[in-house]
């Protein structure tokens, strides 16, 4: 096969056009983006739910670390946040000692919790800490066929809660065709992606997945329509009480594609 692809170029590039594109949820705000051979996870190891969230399954997390399918060959790991239900320093930990072939991007706040946990300085060489200042220009980082790009968007609630915490507003595109935005909890205010227009505008975004009152709010909306400009988007970080079943569900968020059971997929259309 290898053969045949090598003599006839053109059969190459179509059968990589031809390779689709697919989300697995994991659980709150943890998605797994696979494009052919390449897999990465956002958000996708944490404890705590808040009484209001999903956890990962006990059996896809056993999966994870096993690296069993379809959870198997992940690439890359990216941190919105330090929060208990999007990141456990613990855990993270013991996935990359388990799958020593991943890479973790992460905001500094979580790698530092990462060494307070004992993580090794060889399993660190696998880490990217990400130090971002609100405002700062974005960052622009090629690895592998990975495009990675980080921005930080302040958490939900500021100016009056949580502004230390370093919240990245990750932007991921995987062999030049898939671009997957995830934003952690980041802040509605459209100001916050006023601030970078050059990074937001003229991508072609195939997949945000917002948290879901992104779709509630005003401003929320304005800034899926006007600036990160999907070409679909699912909600994530979805209260366990939200059911599976779209017709069940309240009047105001019927309308909108939210990842609530875990283990379902979306597969990614790219133009
Ligand atoms: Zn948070």
Redesign the pocket.
Known sequence: MLLSLLAFPGLAARADDALSARAHYLANAGVMIERGDTKVLFDPLFRNNYNQYELVPEDVEAALFAGAAPWDGVDAVFVS?Y?G??FSPEVMLAFLDARTDILLFAPEQAVLALRSAGAAEETLERVTSVALQYGDVPIRQNVGDLLIEAVRIP??GWPDN?AD?E?IAWRVTIDDKTTVVHL??ADTKPLHYELHPDHWHGVDTDLALPPYWYFLSPRGRIVLDEHIRPDHAVGVHVPAAIPDEPADRPAEIRGYDLFTAPGETRDIRED
């Open positions: 946040h929060h239900d999007h958490h939900s949580m915490i919240n952690g909890d």
